[in-house]
């Protein structure tokens, strides 16, 4: 299985806003509204910040939002805070009743 | 609130069978709305998704996975478990147990564990 594109790195400094790509195929995200993002602080789990494209579960900041057009997908980080620096993933689910994650970025807080 | 944790071998020899398990509180494993899934992230990499389950034994596996991946679940015990097969050091992560929403999305997951494939 392919993984999504996600750029290897960004950057921004405190109260910037950063927007992170995810890129992938008409059988994956551009055909479901099934794209969700995870954030990973060193040495812990995943943490769901972003599902059903640009939905926000229970007690994630209204800082983060996400957005789709065609088969790339965006997450969307404002104001910018130290606690922010972390791995962020992608992830859709695909025509073969699977999913695929993107490849990770990391978010470097300057 | 649901918590997951995970518990296995943190060593396993090559060739060898992995088998974790995953045990669930704070909710019901017999949920309508939900599957039960794995994820695992080598040493220093990304994420990838090993397989689903339902409680009914509906599944869906990682297609590089599914000749080697079985995923079942002791309802008796709100557990489930995740059997790899002819494991190589191609499979040293660690390995995350999830629940999956209907829409394919994960949450929570357990804190993860670390296994090593060597000899």
């Known amino acids: 299985q392919s993984v999504l594109t996600q750029p290897a790195s960004v950057s921004g400094a405190p109260g910037q806003s950063i927007t992170i790509s995810c890129t992938g195929t008409s059988s994956d995200v551009g055909g479901y509204d099934y794209v969700s993002w995870y954030r990973q602080h060193p040495d812990k789990a995943p943490k769901l910040i972003i599902y059903?494209?640009?939905n926000r579960p229970s007690g994630v900041s209204d800082r983060f939002s996400g957005s789709k057009s065609g088969n790339a997908a965006s997450l969307t980080i404002s104001g910018l805070q130290a606690e922010d620096e972390a791995d962020y993933y992608c992830?859709?689910?695909?025509?073969?009743?699977?999913?695929?994650f993107g490849g990770g970025t990391k978010l470097t807080v300057l | 609130q649901l918590q997951l944790q995970e518990s296995g071998p943190g060593l396993v020899k090559p060739s060898e069978t992995l088998t974790l398990t995953c045990s669930v509180s704070?909710?019901?494993?017999?949920?309508?709305?939900?599957?039960w899934g794995w994820i695992r992230q080598p040493p220093g990499k990304g994420l990838e998704w090993m397989g689903s389950m339902f409680h009914s034994g509906s599944a869906y596996y990682n297609p590089s996975l599914t000749s080697r991946v079985t995923i079942f679940v002791d309802m008796s015990k709100s557990q489930f478990s995740l059997k790899l097969t002819s494991v190589t050091a191609a499979d040293t992560a660690i390995y995350y147990c999830v629940r999956q929403s209907w829409m394919w999305w994960f949450d929570p997951w357990g804190q993860g564990t670390l296994v090593t494939v060597s000899s």
């Open positions: 992830t859709s689910y695909t025509s073969t009743n699977t999913v695929i």
């Open positions: 704070g909710g019901s494993i017999r949920s309508s709305s939900h599957y």
């Open positions: 059903d494209v640009s």
